[in-house]
């Protein structure tokens, strides 16, 4: 365990804490929004770079996505679990290896043009497009027949592939091993959302990223909601959408979606009752709202990692000593004590202790002499003689502070300069996505609860690994965990997958997250879950 710096980071965990409270005004938006419209109000984060279900990567997108957008099924608002969506029903046979949606009936898109089997199969198709380039295809290519040999070349006619429309309701799903949890991927993540190729090819083709088709006037939607407005930099407005086949039972007129990354701006606007709920709270009020408005302080477990990922290509990071001397300097507890303060827990390994039943048996452990000793080795004894390195972060307080206390931490246990640079969410992504970074903040959340949603994204040619590393034993075991048909088996290859993350570490792990932010009493039906995720079809707001 690596040296405290309390002082120094309790000192700047002071600074932070203010003396501000919210005024008794407290509490979110009307419940209408003017008139008699259902309106709910959400801090959003930063801008959303794109609304293409297949090219994003981020939580403030999905947030927005998910509105738009339904898959064959949807998860239960309360514990996740697969529920039917724009499939009413399905059959799994050949031992866990075919599965058969049955669509329902008359599911169309906003613009009234119907969705069928076939959509799908060409949604997939483009998904799996390597001149489309989407990150997550891998979540088609682990498992489906045949998906894997298109994207790579070496099989061309995509009818060879593992989907099949039976007729225009009926889709088969043709698995290359069975796969226990599948049915959470498709229910959790984009990747799996059928898009409207009808409009796509009309706005430059199905291999283009970023085309005008995800505007306002163009998108169509298969979700509860329809895009009304999107005014860059301040909010996207969604709209019920009246062709949905559950739109009796939707109650929400529309969402706004406030991108705000002052996170003590968007405090500000939720105390005066002009949002509904919070993105995140300011360090500097978790407290107040803790022990003062508990009746609108949300903390929960959140699955995921916040991490410093590291550009091994880049020098001093490419010494795995500079790495891991880097790892042991930073006194994880006081971060979470002292910075965080909303019950983080500092992490040792990549994996999230008790996901689905597996906590990694690795861990991260030594000292600040050992530090020191293996930066001595590199060749940089006290951190004479080693280039400054800098640190690439989006716009967040949070994110400022914790990287000026590892800053600190740095500097002292080992003589080490950070420089910080600051970038704007879709910068920053593009950065870190070119690789064009030498140490970046990342933060990784569940896509579904299942360990291996937090390790499959360290496999070498995973389109969401911007560290430069790949370890063929890895990579390996990450295609033997696939193909594991005992789930005690396949936990034990994480094992090892998490013990070679903590060997050669090309990610600095630094704490597992809560979920922590403000919400009006008026907000009903949001449930507390694991992801954080909560459908919007079972939300509504009540007048007090």
Same mark, same amino acid.
């Given at each position: 365990m690596a040296t405290r710096t309390l002082p120094l980071v309790l000192s700047l965990a002071l600074l932070l804490a203010g003396c501000g409270r919210p005024s008794a005004g407290i509490g979110g938006a009307s419940a209408t929004g003017g008139g008699d419209r259902m309106v709910l109000r959400l801090g959003n984060g930063s801008e959303p770079e794109d609304l293409d279900p297949q090219i994003i990567t981020g939580i403030t997108e999905h947030r927005i996505v998910s509105a738009l957008f339904e898959g064959l099924a949807t998860p239960d608002p309360v514990d996740l679990s697969p529920l039917p969506g724009l499939a009413e029903s399905w059959d799994i046979a050949d031992e866990g290896r075919t599965y058969t949606f049955h669509l329902r009936d008359g599911i169309r898109w906003s613009d009234?043009?119907?969705?069928?089997?076939?959509?799908?199969?060409?949604?997939?198709?483009?998904?799996?497009?390597?001149?489309?380039?989407?990150?997550?295809?891998?979540?088609?290519?682990?498992?489906?027949?045949?998906?894997?040999?298109?994207?790579?070349?070496?099989?061309?006619?995509?009818?060879?592939?593992?989907?099949?429309?039976?007729?225009?309701?009926?889709?088969?799903?043709?698995?290359?091993?069975p796969v226990p949890y599948l049915l959470n991927i498709i229910s959790g993540h984009y990747a799996w959302s059928v898009v409207p190729v009808h409009v796509i090819e009309s706005f430059g083709g199905l291999d283009r990223q970023s085309t005008e088709w995800t505007r306002p006037g163009n998108l169509v939607s298969s979700g509860a909601f329809i895009l009304k407005e999107w005014l860059h930099d301040q909010r996207i407005v969604v709209e019920r959408n009246p062709m949905y086949w559950d739109a009796a039972n939707v109650r929400l007129d529309a969402i706004e979606f406030h991108a705000i990354s002052d996170d003590a701006?968007?405090?500000?606007?939720?105390?005066?009752?002009?949002?509904?709920?919070?993105?995140?709270?300011?360090?500097?009020?978790?407290?107040?709202?803790?022990?003062?408005?508990?009746?609108?302080?949300?903390?929960?477990?959140?699955?995921?990692?916040?991490?410093?990922?590291?550009?091994?290509?880049?020098p001093p990071l490419d010494d795995p000593r500079?790495?891991?001397?880097?790892?042991?300097?930073?006194?994880?507890?006081?971060?979470?004590?002292?910075?965080?303060?909303?019950?983080?827990?500092?992490?040792?390994?990549?994996?999230?202790?008790?996901?689905?039943?597996?906590?990694?048996?690795?861990?991260?452990?030594?000292?600040?002499?050992?530090?020191?000793?293996?930066?001595?080795?590199?060749?940089?004894?006290?951190?004479?003689?080693?280039?400054?390195?800098?640190?690439?972060?989006?716009?967040?307080?949070?994110?400022?502070?914790?990287?000026?206390?590892?800053? /600190?931490?740095?500097?002292?246990?080992?003589?080490?300069?950070?420089?910080?640079?600051?970038?704007?969410?879709?910068?920053?992504?593009?950065?870190?996505?070119?690789?064009?970074?030498?140490?970046?903040? /990342?933060?990784?959340?569940?896509?579904?609860?299942?360990?291996?949603?937090?390790?499959?994204?360290?496999?070498?040619?995973?389109?969401?690994?911007?560290t430069n590393w790949a370890n063929p034993e890895f990579d390996q075991l990450y295609q033997e965990a696939l193909a594991t048909p005992s789930e005690e088996r396949r936990y034990e290859v994480y094992q090892r997958m998490d013990e070679i993350l903590v060997e050669d570490l090309p990610l600095i792990p630094i704490y597992h997250y809560t979920r922590v932010y403000a919400m009006s009493p008026r907000v009903r039906g949001v449930s507390t879950n694991l992801l954080d995720n909560h459908p919007y079809k079972y939300i509504w707001l009540a007048d007090e």
């Open positions: 009234g043009v119907p969705i069928t089997a076939q959509t799908f199969i060409s949604s997939y198709r483009r998904m799996l497009n390597p001149a489309f380039a989407a990150q997550y295809a891998n979540f088609l290519y682990d498992y489906v027949v045949n998906a894997k040999e298109y994207y790579e070349g070496t099989v061309t006619d995509f009818s060879q592939v593992g989907f099949r429309a039976i007729d225009d309701r009926t889709l088969e799903v043709r698995l290359k091993f701006a968007e405090e500000r606007l939720f105390r005066t009752g002009q949002l509904d709920m919070t993105y995140t709270l300011p360090l500097s009020k978790i407290d107040v709202y803790r022990t003062e408005y508990p009746d609108q302080f949300q903390n929960s477990p959140y699955l995921g990692l916040y991490y410093y990922v590291m550009n091994i290509a880049r500079v790495r891991r001397a880097l790892a042991l300097a930073i006194d994880r507890e006081a971060i979470v004590e002292n910075i965080t303060r909303a019950g983080q827990s500092p992490a040792y390994a990549v994996s999230y202790p008790g996901t689905a039943g597996y906590t990694p048996r690795a861990r991260l452990s030594g000292t600040i002499e050992e530090a020191r000793r293996l930066l001595e080795q590199a060749g940089y004894p006290g951190g004479r003689g080693m280039p400054p390195i800098e640190l690439l972060y989006n716009t967040s307080e949070a994110h400022r502070s914790i990287a000026e206390a590892i800053q /600190a931490m740095w500097r002292t246990n080992l003589g080490v300069d950070l420089r910080l640079a600051n970038q704007e969410w879709a910068v920053y992504l593009d950065m870190t996505e070119q690789k064009n970074f030498q140490l970046a903040r /990342a933060g990784w959340i569940a896509d579904y609860v299942h360990p291996n949603s937090l390790l499959e994204i360290w496999e070498g040619r995973n389109g969401n690994n911007h």
